[in-house]
Each structure stands twice: as C-alpha cells, then as structure tokens.
C-alpha cells in the first residue's frame, strides 16, 4: 500500500508536556518510517508550520486553559475545518475527547477513516473533579458512548483505559500498548556522580518524575518519604518535574529531604536521574498508560505504583503496586529484593514494550498493514486537494 497522509490533532500539547508529547513523537517518527505522512496539529502560542523528525508540525494559536500550568487546547472549529479540508488527510487521528470529539463528523462527512486515541479514563477524571451530588456515571456514558459511535475505532492504551467504553458494549475499541526508547533508557545509564549529589552514601534514593499538577497525586510521593522517615529509613527524594503545584508541595515537604529539581529538559539527564535512582514513584490514579513509570523500569529501576489506575498493567512483578497510601510499605518491598534481582526484573519488564510495535500496532488500526476494516458506510470522498493552510485565522 502507498504512503497515507496521517493528520493527527492533539490539545493539551505543551514545551514541557511529558507522556503524550513524547507518544505523539515516537508515534510520528514510526509512520514516517513506515512510509507515510504524519501531520500533526497541536495548540501554541503562535502559528507555525515545520518538518520535524515526527514528520509536519502544524501549530495553530490556542488559549491556554485557567489551572492546568500552561496547556492549551485548539478552539475555533471554522478555522481547523480549513485546515483539515486544505490537508484532505487519508486517515485522521485525534487525541482528545473533549474540545475535538467534534471532529468525528467532520470525518465521517468526508469519508475519511477516523481513530480517537484515549489517553484518559474519563470515568476517573470526573470523579476526582466534580462534585458527587452530580449524575457523574451518566455524564461519562453518554460521552463515552458519542465518542465510540463518532469514530471508526477507538484505541485504549490499557485495559483500565478501556473498561469505560467495553461496559456500554462499545464493538470498535483496540488495544496498543505504547512504547519506551529501550536505547536511551537503560541500566548502563547508572551515574554514581550524580547519586552523590542527590543522596548519602546509605541513603535510599527515590525519585517521581512528572507533572506537578492535581491528577498525578505527587503529594503521595512526598507523604511516603516522610513516612519512611518516622521508620527510621534513611531515604531521600528528588521531583523532576513541574508545574502548578510545586509551590503547595514545597510546602508539604517542609523539613523533609526533598530535591525539587523543577522541568528537566534534557531526556539524557531523566535517563541518567531514573537509573542512578533506587526506586521510582508513579502515584497518580488517573493514569492509563505511564510512559514515566516505563522508563523507570527501562531504566532496571522497579517502581512502586498506584493500584487505583492503568499503572498496576504496565508495572506489573516489576516493582510493587499499592493501594490508598500505602506507598511506604510498597518501596519497603521492592527494596528488601536483591538489587541485581529486582534490577533485571525491570529491565526484562521492560523490554516487552518498544516503540516499534506501538507503531505497528496504531498503522493496524488505522488499516495500513491490510485493508481498512471500517465500522460504517461512508460516501466517497469528494474534496479538492489543497496544501495552503490558512493557520493564523482566529475563528
């Protein structure tokens, strides 16, 4: 099969985003390798169109949204039109359900093949923010249920993540686990200099990277340093990451051994920090995947993991997974393993998951390594080619 114009559309994109950022990337490099034409358009400050290595860059003005540290979303529904109908893409992808579940429609109008990429449990989303006198199952069915019926498929990273939309007896969901850079992430990456930066010569050394915003829970990290602490164990924390709650965490930390070593922008150095790292912490709830976690683990580093989301899948016998608050306990048991053991536990974990079959398996998907398996009729397309985008429009 010839090449394919792949146009994905992504919110929440931003300089210092880490997990989908970094899936959009690697996602993006694959198919341009495969042969195909990855475009993406993602929200920015300014316009701006480029040839990266994930292929075209295409990014339009988006405001950013109150409280989320920055993101910002794609908004002005005649001006995306445009651009999409300037594109004519053989296949769309879109990686939000929110402000571009719209854009269903505008595929299946079109006749164009469409996939919805789920990199959230929108079921847990609402219940960490809304309030509980509000029907909230019923909200998320009946989005859940209109973004299954607007796309031809649905692609869930983990079955966390696709419990939602299986319980209402959605037929078109996949599974495609993502990936890790296993050249990049490795145990050989040890730094002995920068353990003794971080951490004494008998100190425990944990570390959380991420975001530092509501939904990942990073105030379980700091609570279950200070618990170890009142154990008598010698541990210490570093938080590479940030974002809007660093300065309510700093405060939580108060008087403990924390390092808050802010957004780091060098993917060498994360590497470098999660291999030096004893034990790795991935509190959030909310997540259906956790690329930082498999990094971790890339990394021959084990991680003690949040029982109430995806993470518990992804980490599996390669560190610990826990319930409530009970991280604490959960690095007590990763640590009283020998370390050569639970060190290649997590490398061989690891190694299950490479970019290489993330990308093989999205292309399934979207019909490119055989024919394109739709779950509708559609009419043929009828557009006129176009390649002049009309990027700076405000509407």
């Known amino acids: 099969m010839s090449g394919q114009r792949i146009v994905r559309l992504a919110n929440f994109v931003s300089p210092r985003s880490g997990g989908l950022r970094t899936a959009l990337r690697e996602l993006g490099k694959g198919y341009l390798a495969a042969g195909h034409e990855p475009?993406?358009?993602?929200?920015?400050?300014?316009?701006?169109?480029?040839?990266?290595?994930q292929g075209r860059v295409i990014t339009l003005p988006g405001p950013v949204v109150p409280g989320m540290g920055g993101y910002r979303v794609l908004l002005g529904r005649r001006r995306l039109i445009?651009?999409?109908?300037?594109?004519?893409?053989?296949?769309?992808?879109?990686?939000?359900?929110?402000?571009?579940?719209?854009?269903?429609?505008?595929?299946?109008a079109r006749g164009v093949p469409s996939v919805m990429v789920s990199h959230e449990n929108l079921g847990a989303l609402v219940d960490m923010f809304?309030?509980?006198?509000?029907?909230?199952?019923?909200?998320?069915?009946?989005?859940?249920?209109?973004?299954?019926?607007?796309?031809?498929?649905?692609?869930?990273?983990?079955?966390?993540a696709a419990e939602e939309f299986?319980?209402?007896?959605?037929?078109?969901?996949?599974?495609?686990?993502?990936?890790?850079?296993?050249?990049?992430?490795?145990?050989?990456?040890?730094?002995?200099?920068?353990?003794?930066?971080?951490?004494?010569?008998?100190?425990?050394?944990l570390v959380h990277c991420g975001r530092l915003s509501t939904e990942k829970r990073v105030e379980r990290s700091v609570d279950a340093l200070a618990a170890l602490r009142r154990r008598g164990v010698p541990a210490v924390l570093a938080i590479a990451g940030d974002g809007p709650r660093r300065a309510a965490l700093e405060r939580r930390a108060e008087g403990l051994p924390v390092r808050f070593l802010g957004f780091v922008r060098?993917?060498?150095?994360?590497?470098?920090?999660?291999?030096?790292?004893?034990?790795?912490?991935?509190?959030?709830?909310?997540?259906?995947?956790?690329?930082?976690?498999?990094?971790?683990?890339?990394?021959?580093?084990?991680?003690?993991?949040?029982?109430?989301?995806?993470?518990?899948?992804?980490?599996?016998?390669?560190?610990?997974?826990?319930?409530?608050?009970?991280?604490?306990?959960?690095?007590?048991?990763?640590?009283?393993?020998?370390?050569?053991?639970?060190?290649?536990?997590?490398?061989?974990h690891a190694t299950g998951f490479g970019w290489p079959a993330a990308v093989a398996g999205m292309l399934r998907v979207h019909g490119l390594d055989g024919p394109w398996r739709s779950t509708r009729r559609r009419p043929p397309p009828s557009l006129p080619y176009s390649t002049t985008l009309h990027i700076h429009d405000s509407t």
């Open 39 to 53: 475009v993406l358009v993602i929200p920015g400050e300014r316009a701006s169109d480029e040839i990266t290595e």
């Open 82 to 108: 445009r651009v999409l109908d300037g594109l004519r893409p053989a296949r769309i992808e879109v990686s939000d359900r929110s402000t571009l579940r719209w854009t269903g429609g505008w595929a299946q």
């Open 130 to 160: 809304l309030p509980r006198w509000l029907p909230r199952r019923m909200l998320t069915d009946r989005l859940n249920t209109t973004t299954a019926r607007a796309y031809d498929h649905v692609v869930c990273t983990t079955a966390f």
């Open 166 to 205: 299986r319980r209402l007896g959605a037929s078109n969901v996949e599974r495609v686990p993502l990936g890790v850079d296993l050249a990049r992430f490795t145990p050989d990456n040890h730094d002995p200099a920068l353990r003794a930066r971080l951490a004494g010569q008998r100190e425990l050394l």
């Open 266 to 348: 060098d993917p060498d150095t994360v590497a470098r920090l999660l291999a030096t790292a004893d034990a790795a912490l991935a509190p959030g709830p909310l997540e259906t995947f956790g690329l930082a976690a498999l990094e971790a683990l890339a990394s021959g580093t084990p991680v003690v993991a949040a029982g109430d989301g995806a993470l518990g899948e992804v980490v599996g016998p390669a560190g610990a997974v826990v319930s409530g608050e009970g991280f604490a306990d959960g690095v007590l048991e990763v640590m009283a393993r020998p370390e050569a053991d639970r060190r290649r536990a997590a490398r061989d």
